[in-house]
Every structure is written in C-alpha cells, then in structure tokens.
C-alpha cells in the first residue's frame, strides 16, 4: 500500500468514526508535551496520578499529528515502566461533544473544552498551520489602518 492510500484510510478511519465510547480500561487524557520518537507526556484527569507516557501507534505515524492541548484516547499497556499506555484515538470536537452528552466528560477537562471548541468551531476543521503567517488578519489589519488614516 502506498503511502499516500494509508494516509487516506487512517484519516478516513479517524474523521467518519462512529463516536464510540471509551470501552473498559480505556481513558482520556490530555498532551502535555511531545517527547520525540513518536511518545508524548500526557495528564489525567485525576490529579493523584502522576503525568506518564504515552506510545502512538504505528498507523498513526507521519499520517497524524498531535499538539499540546490535544485530548486523546489511551489504552493501558503491560511492558514498560516509563511508557504507560497506547494511543486509541485522537479526540475531535465532535468526539468531545458526543462524551460530554453521554456524561463521560472528566470535569476538570470542561474548561480546556472551551478553548478547544473555539479552535474547531466547524465539523471536520483541522487546526490551522501556526508555521504560516496569517494572511487575512495582516491584510485586515493593513485595510483598517488605511481607512484610519484618511
């Protein structure tokens, strides 16, 4: 399979899920940071727990991508010490949305969910590039001064 054909079905599989709610064992948690080599230091929602890494599987590999802030869905892991749990699914809004209805949305998330949301205000947005300069803020920024001046 080429790369570019997995690519499309890991996302195809990733956008049209069937939200799914998390099955036993299962939890949600929140990136902290990335740690490099496809690993990623996550929070719970409870905080007695110490933050612990988390391995992202091999079909999500240079076809996913997570930042900080991202809520994620984690399966506990036997081996290791240091590396706690696997990567099930990167959470969307919509994801969100669905857990909060079935009241399986940890309390202390609610207030990150708000800035998420802002972020994802249409279904099926990806964020944008912070890489790239936004053109149409600095062009309405140009527009408004310009009219200030005369």
């Known amino acids: 399979m080429s790369g570019v054909t997995k690519r499309k079905h890991v996302l195809r599989e990733m956008l049209e899920d069937d939200y799914e709610l998390p099955r036993d ?17 996550v929070e ?7 933050n612990f890494l988390v391995t992202m599987p091999t079909k999500f590999r240079k076809n996913v991508w997570v930042k900080r802030g991202d809520f994620i869905l984690v399966e506990p892991i036997e081996e290791g010490s240091k590396v706690k749990a696997e990567i099930c699914k990167i959470l969307t809004a919509e994801h969100i949305k669905e ?4 009241g399986i949305w940890p309390e202390c998330f609610k207030k990150d969910v708000e800035q998420f949301e802002e972020q994802f205000s249409e279904p099926g947005r990806l964020s944008p590039n912070r ?20």
């Not at 890489?131 to 005369?150: G, I, M, Q, V, Y």
């Open 99 to 102: 857990y909060i209805k079935a």
């Open 131 to 150: 890489n790239r300069p936004n053109l149409l803020a600095a062009f309405e920024d140009e527009s408004t001064s310009s009219e200030d001046d005369n």
């Open 25 to 41: 064992g299962q939890q949600i948690v929140r990136i902290i940071a990335s740690r490099g080599n496809n690993l990623h230091e």
């Open 44 to 50: 719970t929602a409870d905080m007695e727990t110490e």
